[in-house]
């Protein structure tokens, strides 16, 4: 999910962190696996020596691109009308909205006590 969050930009760790709602040690472990890996480029920012910048290398855009060639496939098998189309859709947003409240409560604790 990291190299998808990353995409064709160049972000700082602290973009990629609060883009993906990651947990900032397990992202830290997770970023420096990639960088180890060659599937994330890092270097150091000329305007902030301590801030660093990250990207996708041809090897991370390589399996970000096969992804996307079996998630196509995927989704060709279990989206067969319109119909199907709006209702995958639908569950899609959903989760999203979901997940993004979690990990705000997760960052911020529960919102419901504001």
């Given at each position: 999910?990291?190299?998808?969050?990353?995409g064709?930009?160049?972000?700082?760790?602290?973009?990629?962190?609060?883009?993906?709602?990651?947990?900032?040690?397990?992202?830290?472990?997770?970023?420096?696996?990639?960088?180890?890996?060659?599937?994330?480029?890092?270097?150091?920012?000329e305007?902030?020596?301590?801030?660093?910048?990250?990207?996708?290398?041809d090897?991370?855009?390589?399996?970000?691109?096969?992804?996307?060639?079996?998630?196509?496939?995927?989704?060709?098998?279990?989206?067969?009308?319109?119909?199907?189309?709006?209702?995958?859709?639908?569950?899609?947003?959903?989760l999203?909205?979901?997940?993004?409240?979690?990990?705000?409560?997760?960052?911020f604790?529960?919102?419901?006590?504001?």
């Open positions: 999910m990291m190299l998808f969050t990353i064709a930009e160049e972000l700082t760790v602290r973009d990629l962190i609060e883009r993906g709602y990651y947990l900032g040690s397990n992202a830290s472990y997770n970023l420096k696996r990639l960088v180890e890996t060659g599937y994330v480029d890092r270097s150091v920012s305007r902030d020596r301590r801030s660093a910048r990250l990207r996708l290398s090897k991370g855009r390589r399996l970000c691109e096969a992804v996307r060639k079996v998630d196509e496939t995927y989704h060709s098998l279990v989206v067969r009308s319109p119909k199907e189309a709006r209702e995958l859709d639908t569950a899609i947003k959903t999203k909205r979901l997940e993004q409240a979690w990990s705000t409560a997760l960052h604790g529960d919102v419901q006590d504001a």
